[in-house]
Structures are given as structure tokens and as C-alpha cells.
């Protein structure tokens, strides 16, 4: 996922955020953002409707928040079926053309 964002953000940027959102120089709305992912993807059970709003509360929209869950879902699922399966891992430079595609192209198909 950190090459999809080193693709739109400074890398330095994206490595903090990689290291510690909470401390990265980020807007708050994105840590809200990321905050609600992290709960979704590693405690989905503790997940509420507060922590939804704690996320609009900080600026993160109703459709962003919806997209983020969205993607997270599609990159959760798909993560956990590699882990499974053992999958082999992309290259980087594999995973780089991935990433130059869904910022052109989007998710749509």
C-alpha cells in the first residue's frame, strides 16, 4: 500500500506516516481517517459508530470514509487470501506498474 502513496506524497512523508500516523505531519482528518481503518482492519469488534463520527468530526466526509473502508476491505481481503495461499509476492518494480495503473485507471473496470 506504501507504494500506491509513494506514488502521490513525498516518500519521507510516507514513511512517517508507515512508522507512526500519529506523529506524522499529516491533517488530522487523514489520522481520523486512518484511525478508523486501523480499528476496521485489527479490531473490528471495538468498531462503532463513534469512531465513525470521530472521523467526520474531523473532517473526513461521509463518501471518503466510505471509500477508504471500501479499498481497505478489498486490500484486507485480498491479504489475508494471499497469506493463505502463499502467494508469492510482487517484485517491486511489479508492484510500481501496479500502482502507476490504479492512479490512471482507478479501481473501475
Not at 19 to 39: G, H, N
Amino acid at each position: 500500500m506504501e507504494r500506491f502513496a509513494a506514488k502521490t506524497m513525498e516518500r519521507r512523508l510516507v514513511d512517517a506516516v508507515v512508522a507512526d500516523y500519529r506523529a506524522a505531519s499529516i491533517s488530522e482528518a487523514l489520522k481520523a481517517a486512518l484511525s478508523f481503518l486501523e480499528i476496521m482492519t485489527l479490531r473490528p469488534a471495538e468498531l462503532s459508530g463513534e469512531h465513525a463520527e470521530a472521523a467526520l468530526r474531523a473532517g473526513v466526509s461521509a463518501q471518503a470514509r466510505k471509500d477508504a473502508a471500501t479499498v481497505a476491505t478489498v486490500f484486507n481481503i485480498v491479504t489475508r487470501y494471499a497469506s493463505a495461499l502463499d502467494f508469492a509476492m510482487p517484485s517491486a518494480s511489479e508492484f510500481d506498474r501496479s500502482a502507476a495503473m490504479l492512479l490512471k485507471r482507478g479501481y473501475a473496470s
